[in-house]
C-alpha cells in the first residue's frame, strides 16, 4: 500500500501528461445531460427483460477481464477496515461490511494510470496502477452496490507523454477509440449477463469518466433506450468535466444534474480544487473541453447547493496528516470526519468543487505540483463517504418506485 500511495503523486510529467489526457480525451469522446428516470423495484427484477440479449463478449466473458466482480473472492472483496478520526483523534474502527445482495449494482472505470509502453494499456492490470484506483475509487462501493469493475485497454500516460513531445494525435484518437470500445463492450455484456434487472450506478474517474461520458451518450441518453435508462439510477463522473454538462444547456436530452440525494437518473459530477478559486486559465478540469462553457459541478455531500463537511477516506499511508493521532492507525484505511468541508462554486466561467483542507493542508502540497492540477488526484477519496450516502438515498428512492 505505501508504495501506491507514492504513486498517486506522480512526477511533474506524469502530471502534466495526465491533465493533457483529459483534455485531449474530452475532444475524442461524445458528449452529452434530462429527465428523472422511472425504475423498477428490486422485486421486479427477476422478471425484468434481458437487456443487450446476445451481447456476449468473448473479452468479458473471461473472468481474468474483470478487476472486481461480486461472484468471487477478488481484490474489492475486503481490506477495507477504516480508523474514524476527527479533529480531536480517534473515534473508533470501522470494520468494513460488504452489503447483502443490494438491489443495484456499481460499474466502475478507472483512470488514467497504466504505465505500459504502448498507447493503449493490455489486459494485464497492476495493483499499483489500475488495482490501486479501483481500491480507493470503487471497492468501499461494495457497502452499498455489488461492484463491477473491467479490466480495459486505457489511454497509458506513456501515449500521453509520446504526444505531449510532439506524438501523432490521430494516434492518440485511435487510442482512446480503443479504449472506448473495451468499456462499450464491458457494459454490453454485464447488462446481457450480470444486471438480471437491477438498477445500477456509473462511477469514473478522469479517463474512466470521459468513457462513462461517451456511453451514456450513446447507450442510455437516447430515446429509444428508454428500458436502459429505467435501470439507470445515477452516475458519478469526477475529475472530467463534460461538456455537456454546463450551466445553460446540455446534449443530454433526458439525464440532468442531481440536485438532491434522493434523485435518480441523474449525474454528479465534479472536480476539487483547494480554497476559493483554481488558475482557471491552466486547468482542464472546471471547464468543457471548448473551454467556452463551465462543465457540471454537483457536490455529493451537498446536491443541492451549499458547503457541506466532507466524509473523506484516505489510506494508511496518509497518516502522517494526521499527526499523533495517525501513528496508532492500524488499519489500511483513514476515514477524516468534519475536518474537511467543501463547496460548488462559480468563477469566470468555471464549476469546480472548492475544498477547504482545514489541518489537512499538507494534502494539497502533495499533489499541486503542476498548475491547474488541484486535487484531482483524490477526486473521489475526497467524497467517497459522501459517495456511499447518496447512492443508499438513491437505491431507496429506486426500490420505492418499481
Known amino acids: 500500500m505505501r508504495r501506491a500511495w507514492r504513486a498517486m503523486f506522480p512526477t511533474r510529467g506524469r502530471l502534466i501528461a495526465t491533465i493533457l489526457a483529459v483534455t485531449m480525451l474530452a475532444v475524442a469522446c461524445d458528449d452529452g445531460s434530462g429527465d428523472e428516470a422511472g425504475a423498477e423495484g428490486s422485486d421486479a427484477a427477476a422478471d ?14 473471461d473472468e481474468a477481464n474483470w478487476i472486481c466482480r461480486p461472484d468471487r473472492d477478488d481484490w474489492c472483496a475486503g481490506g477495507l477496515d477504516t480508523t474514524v478520526i476527527d479533529a480531536d483523534g480517534i473515534v473508533e474502527v470501522a470494520e468494513w461490511t460488504p452489503a447483502e445482495d443490494p438491489p443495484i449494482d456499481c460499474f466502475y472505470v478507472y483512470p488514467t494510470t497504466s ?64 479504449a472506448y470500445a473495451d468499456v462499450a463492450d464491458a457494459f454490453k455484456h454485464y447488462m446481457a449477463n450480470d444486471n438480471d434487472g437491477r438498477g445500477f450506478v456509473l462511477v469514473g474517474h478522469s479517463q474512466g469518466s470521459g468513457m462513462l461520458g461517451r456511453l451514456i451518450a450513446e447507450e442510455i441518453d437516447p430515446d429509444d433506450q428508454a ?4 435501470r439507470f439510477v445515477s452516475a458519478f463522473l469526477a475529475g472530467w468535466p463534460p461538456p455537456a454538462l454546463t450551466e445553460s444547456s446540455g446534449d443530454f436530452a433526458n439525464i440532468p444534474l442531481c440536485e438532491s440525494a434522493e434523485q435518480i437518473g441523474c449525474i454528479v459530477t465534479w472536480a476539487s480544487f483547494q480554497g476559493a478559486e483554481p488558475p482557471i486559465e491552466s486547468t482542464p478540469f472546471a471547464r468543457a473541453a471548448s473551454g467556452a462553457v463551465a462543465g457540471g459541478c454537483v457536490n455529493p455531500a451537498a446536491p443541492g447547493g451549499g458547503s457541506a463537511p466532507l466524509d473523506t477516506y484516505l489510506p494508511i499511508d496518509a497518516a502522517v496528516l494526521f499527526g499523533d493521532a495517525g501513528a496508532d492507525v492500524t488499519t489500511p484505511f483513514i476515514e477524516a470526519v468534519g475536518m474537511i468541508h467543501g463547496e460548488c462554486v462559480s468563477a469566470e466561467g468555471s464549476n469546480y468543487l472548492a475544498v477547504d483542507l482545514g489541518d489537512l ?22 467524497v467517497m463517504g459522501d459517495i456511499l450516502a447518496m447512492i443508499a438515498d438513491e437505491t431507496e428512492t429506486y426500490a420505492a418506485t418499481g
Open 361 to 382: 493542508a499538507p494534502l494539497a502540497a502533495a499533489v499541486t505540483s503542476t498548475p491547474g492540477w488541484g486535487l484531482h488526484t483524490v477526486d473521489v477519496s475526497l
Open 48 to 61: 425484468a427483460p434481458v437487456l443487450y440479449e446476445g451481447d456476449a463478449s468473448d473479452v468479458y466473458a
Open 227 to 230: 428500458a436502459v435508462r429505467e
Open 115 to 178: 504505465q505500459d509502453p504502448g498507447l493503449n494499456s493490455d489486459f494485464e492490470w497492476a495493483e499499483d496502477e489500475e488495482g490501486f484506483a479501483t481500491i480507493n475509487q470503487a471497492a468501499r462501493l461494495g457497502e452499498v452496490c455489488r461492484v463491477f469493475a473491467p479490466v480495459y485497454r486505457s489511454v497509458t500516460s506513456t501515449a500521453l507523454s509520446q504526444l505531449l513531445g510532439g506524438g501523432d494525435p490521430t494516434a492518440s484518437a485511435d487510442a482512446s477509440e480503443t
